[in-house]
């Protein structure tokens, strides 16, 4: 069967924990999409990290990670990644890399950090990894797949030259900067080649079989549903899709596999980088949230940029489980609420003087203002409490109104940064 662990709102969510929880019981855990300018906080018995690349199940002996062909793939920061494991005692992973996935090179870094200075004060709030130069040219067809660092050195110099010859124009008349060179692009890719080597493999045709072999797969997304580039707040957007149906296409898998969706929200939002955001709060307020969230406070685990703060936004909520076709979901973080005497939820956007609780296009989205709800809080400490029904009334009366306004089942509770610290109940919606 396969499980996708995927996010419902800016990303940030809490998939890390999730992945790694419930890789125990799987047995293939595959990255699907994106790149490395997101990261999943794990904290497991070897320690805290910071996964980049690698998925989040990689810490179980038992298990193969994968690297599928949607993903972004930046090859020194993968195998740098497999080294700060090792470093911490994890054993060497069991790692496939698909044939078929694309590289990120070093000059669409490069490209992003200059459009990013060219744009300035319009600047997307990029994380600078390069991925939106990476799939524009993916899908502009000049990208390098994994495949092609086998091919013949003739025809993959051949192909080299007719994308320096493109980059240069740019590089030399946009951005002003120094000029690629056939031979530097030939010797990253060579050295690319002699990393990659012994992990590539038909990612497809291996998970093809091991689904009629009754293995276990989970599909690990990243970000959430509102950076989704069809879906989400664009332009301010990934560039791939966050959606749990892509998990189908970027880990080479037939779409009605996918049997469970396992959407994870935060107790609270958080965002990183630019865009809408109709929950935000700010000043004191916003700094006491993300002083005391997350598992250190809420910092990007891969940029480490403070994170904006929001309250539960059930709308954008909603919008997020049902793009992912969710049939369950992981409710993160909540033992972080714990000090408000108050905690208000956004149940209803006004815009034009009307109230919605459907999510609406960006244009509409940009004049919106939150309409809340407010709860009474539980005023404790919720962590290590393993049963649904021990947690205080007022904490159990917060889910239960977040589970009936976003319409879909809330069967597992996160209530610490660790493995453990988890609760699963069942939904009446279920």
């Not at 890399?97 to 694309?102: G, K, N, T």
């Not at 080479?252 to 596999?257: D, F, H, I, S």
Request: hydrophobic share 35%; glycine share 10%.
């Amino acid at each position: 069967m396969v499980t996708a662990v995927v996010g419902a709102n800016w990303g940030d969510e809490g998939k890390g924990k999730i992945t790694d929880m419930l890789a125990e019981k799987a047995d293939i855990i595959v990255r699907f999409q994106g790149g490395a300018n997101a990261g999943h906080t794990i904290v497991n018995n070897y320690g805290k990290f910071a996964l980049h690349t690698l998925p989040s199940g990689v810490f179980y002996d038992h298990t193969t990670s994968i690297i599928g062909n949607g993903v972004a793939l930046n090859i020194p920061v993968l195998f740098k990644e497999v080294q700060s494991i090792l470093d911490k005692n994890v054993p060497m992973p069991k790692l496939l890399v698909s044939d078929r996935a694309q590289m990120v090179m070093s000059y669409h870094i490069l490209f992003d950090q200059y459009e990013e200075e060219r744009l300035g004060k319009a600047s997307f709030g990029s994380t600078k990894s390069g991925i939106a130069p990476f799939y524009s040219d993916k899908f502009s067809k000049i990208g390098f797949q994994v495949s092609e660092l086998f091919d013949d050195e003739e025809a993959l110099k051949e192909k080299i030259e007719r994308v320096v010859l493109k980059k240069n124009v740019m590089l030399e008349h946009l951005y002003h900067k120094p000029l690629l060179t056939v031979e530097g692009v030939y010797e990253e890719l060579m050295s690319y080649k002699k990393m990659v080597e012994p992990y590539v493999a038909d990612v497809s045709l291996y998970l093809w079989n091991a689904l009629k072999e009754g293995k276990e797969v989970l599909l690990e997304g990243q970000l959430g549903t509102l950076k989704d580039p069809d879906h989400g707040i664009y332009p301010m957007v990934t560039s791939s899709s966050t959606l749990a149906a892509y998990g189908a296409v970027g880990a080479g898998l037939p779409p009605y596999e996918i049997k469970k969706v396992v959407t994870v929200c935060k107790a609270y939002s958080s965002a990183v980088g630019a865009g809408e955001f109709v929950s935000e709060i700010f000043g004191d307020e916003a700094d006491e949230l993300r002083r005391r969230g997350g598992d250190g406070g809420e910092f990007g685990a891969t940029t480490g940029r403070p994170r904006r703060m929001g309250w539960f936004d059930c709308v954008a909520s909603k919008y997020g489980c049902r793009m992912q076709g969710t049939t369950d979901v992981a409710f993160t973080v909540l033992d972080v609420l714990g000090y408000l005497d108050e905690i208000p939820v956004c149940v209803g956007y006004e815009i034009d003087g009307e109230v919605t609780r459907e999510f609406p296009v960006t244009c509409k989205l940009k004049k919106a203002k939150p309409v809340y709800e407010t709860l009474p809080g539980w005023k404790c400490d919720i962590r290590g409490i393993r049963r649904y029904e021990d947690l205080p009334e007022n904490c159990r009366n917060y889910i239960e109104f977040v589970e009936k306004e976003i319409g879909f089942p809330i069967t597992m509770v996160s209530n610490g940064p660790k493995r453990e610290d988890i609760i699963t109940r069942t939904s009446a919606l279920k």
